[in-house]
């Protein structure tokens, strides 16, 4: 994808310490008012978010960033377990939030990234999590993005797309 097809944004976000923070995300131009939508609504809801750096931060390591409990747009790269299937991210329309609260979870069980371990059992909501039918998946709703802990086999708490995928 042409980089000039890249947006940069810079959000204000409440962190888990209860304060206001500034962090970047990179979304495909097409995709960059809607995203302002969404994280505004975040923001008036005031859920926390840990940190949210572009993912050049952990020389573009998907796993370094997740165990940073980084929240990230655009990372080119492919889908896990699934060579040359590019993944939604690399074209900018995605975003993965709160890694960590919000784990991936194959069909295999194990958590990813691994801190997450502590947060698969989604009946005990605690800040930052993304819930079914929560603030969080109504307002990725409402610009048309769909939600992975929507999934009917693995589940991806983390991550909207613009596709579903």
């Not at 299937?85 to 069909?107: C, E, F, K, M, T």
């Not at 005990?124 to 079914?132: C, F, T």
Request: proline share 5%.
């Amino acid at each position: 994808m042409p980089i000039q097809d890249l947006r940069l944004l810079t959000l204000s976000h409440w962190g888990f310490d209860g304060t206001v923070q500034t962090g970047e995300l990179v979304v495909h131009r097409d995709q960059a008012a809607n995203m302002l939508r969404a994280m505004e609504r975040l923001f008036v809801l005031k859920f926390p978010i840990q940190r949210m750096e572009l993912v050049d931060v952990y020389g573009a390591d998907d796993d370094r960033s997740m165990a940073a409990n980084n929240t990230s747009g655009f990372n080119c790269r492919e889908v896990e377990r699934s060579p040359g299937v590019w993944s939604q991210h690399s074209y900018g329309r995605a975003v993965d939030i709160n890694p960590v609260q919000n784990p991936y979870l194959p069909r295999s069980g194990t958590a990813g990234p691994p801190a997450g371990a502590a947060y698969t059992d989604r009946s005990d909501a605690r800040p930052g999590m993304i819930l079914s039918g929560g603030g969080v998946v109504q307002a990725f709703a409402s610009i048309g993005w769909e939600w992975g802990g929507d999934w009917s086999g693995s589940k991806d708490y983390q991550h909207f797309s613009s596709n579903g995928r």
